[in-house]
């Protein structure tokens, strides 16, 4: 059974940096790609972020050159370092597992999550 557990969330100023991390439970990790979606109240699921088994990485145009995804295999460990944080990043992330090793970046297309951490950024 995969498990995965987000932390790192907070309340910040806009302009201020956070990390997020996502511990995962399991022998395949380092097999998959790891994601990172956000929820914002009223709003559909988004993708974030993404980091293939091989380190290479996807992100969303509204996060691109502001936020870093990476992984540690040894630690079974994901990474979300955000800088620059704008009040539109306010929402609960999530971490999720792709549901294959054929990696399509919408939700749909995960299908182990994280409970999710809160982040929230003041104006």
């Known amino acids: 059974q995969v498990q995965l557990v987000e932390s790192g969330g907070g309340l910040v100023q806009a302009g201020d940096s956070l990390r997020l991390s996502c511990a995962a439970s399991?022998?395949?990790?380092?097999?998959?790609?790891i994601g990172w979606f956000r929820q914002a109240p009223g709003k559909e699921r988004e993708f974030v972020a993404a980091?293939?088994?091989?380190?290479?990485?996807s992100y969303a145009d509204s996060v691109k050159g502001r936020f870093t995804i990476s992984r540690d295999n040894a630690k079974n460990t994901v990474y979300l370092q955000m800088n620059s944080l704008k009040p539109e990043d306010t929402a609960v992330y999530y971490c999720?597992?792709?549901?294959?090793?054929?990696?399509?970046?919408?939700?749909?297309?995960?299908?182990?999550w994280g409970q999710g951490t809160q982040v929230t950024v003041s104006s």
């Open positions: 980091v293939r088994w091989s380190g290479g990485t």
């Open positions: 399991g022998r395949t990790f380092s097999s998959y790609t």
């Open positions: 999720a597992r792709a549901a294959s090793t054929i990696v399509v970046l919408s939700p749909g297309g995960f299908s182990y």
